[in-house]
């Protein structure tokens, strides 16, 4: 059966594909914010796909190609969700910072959230993809993550989220009401993300390479906020103060002096970099992803992934030459 909406024709295999593919980053957008985990994401979007596929013979065009498609993976990501954990960060495990001397242990039985890369998908002006903002959504049971994503995201009217989630424009709106009064409680919304690098920012960042290359501590901390927080899972330990951070890197960071080059990118749409470390042979390998919160000129978190598979989904290298600081 051919079907048509106002611009978008899916008549034959070509036409989905063609029509359906304009969609995929942001659908991976949506289905990362539902699932905290790019891999995960991936996935999804692959299953909407084939379900889309499918069904698109039945498409009858009440809503365009996009609405629908967003139905399905909405649907998708909360039949994934049945039963699982939440993915969090150390600092949503509700556990007190830790002090720099405590001996770190990692606890790979935890599932743990994962950064996006920026290139994968839509990061929109404002777009709530950022980590802080996902790590929050959460804590939010999976229908209510939904209903947020699906009301405050993409600004679908509340009787299209209950037709999406076969459920009542009341029970959407109550839903929503909860979902928001977790989300203060974070102090996280929309209007809280950061517009684009400005050229102070950017000098910093740079001298924050500089000091890792350096193992400058001071300088370290001196681009620190006075409260900030650093975290790394698998590690479920959390740290808070820039002089702690500062003595944490000095104690448990194996590298030394011209021992840590990074690599620039970025993840849901903050300033992230790629940290190697030197081999005994003299060249550099992937060590750890970190992804920086701004405040101002100085950086208030540092969110920091030791999973190595992020640097091929972040297109970063795989080894560094030993030559590569110069």
């Known amino acids: 059966m051919s079907t048509t909406t106002s611009s978008e024709t899916l008549s034959t295999d070509d036409d989905f594909q063609g029509v359906a593919n304009k969609y995929r980053r942001e659908l991976l957008a949506h289905c990362y914010r539902m699932s905290g985990s790019v891999y995960e994401a991936e996935d999804l979007v692959q299953e909407t796909y084939l379900r889309a596929w499918r069904g698109y013979h039945d498409f009858e065009g009440r809503s365009s190609v996009r609405t629908w498609l967003y139905r399905i993976a909405t649907n998708v990501c909360l039949t994934n969700l049945e039963g699982r954990d939440r993915r969090p960060m150390p600092t949503g495990l509700g556990t007190s910072d830790s002090p720099a001397e405590q001996k770190l242990e990692a606890d790979n039985e935890i599932t743990w959230l994962e950064p996006v890369p920026d290139a994968a998908v839509v990061v929109a002006e404002k777009d709530t993809i950022r980590l802080a903002f996902v790590a929050a ?73 500089d000091a890792f290359w350096r193992k400058d501590i001071d300088a370290i901390v001196g681009m620190l906020t006075e409260e900030a927080v650093w975290e790394m899972p698998p590690f479920p330990g959390w740290y808070k103060g820039a002089e702690t951070i500062g003595k944490l890197i000095d104690i448990n960071c194996p590298g030394g002096a011209n021992d840590m080059p990074m690599v620039a990118t970025m993840a849901n749409g903050e300033p992230a970099f790629g940290l190697y470390m030197r081999t005994p042979e003299g060249d550099f390998v992937p060590f750890q992803l970190q992804v920086l919160e701004l405040a101002g000129d100085k950086v208030r978190h540092v969110r920091v992934f030791f999973e190595l598979e992020l640097f091929k989904t972040f297109g970063l290298p795989d080894r560094l030459p030993a030559d590569h600081a110069s």
């Open 137 to 209: 959504l959460q804590h939010l049971p999976a229908r209510q993550r939904a209903v947020l994503i699906l009301r405050d995201v993409l600004r679908w009217k509340a009787a299209e989220v209950a037709e999406a989630l076969e459920t009542t424009t009341a029970a959407v709106n109550s839903a929503l009401q909860r979902a928001h009064a977790q989300m203060e409680s974070a102090a996280l919304t929309a209007d809280t993300v950061e517009e684009d690098l400005t050229v102070p920012q950017k000098q910093m960042l740079d001298k924050y390479v």
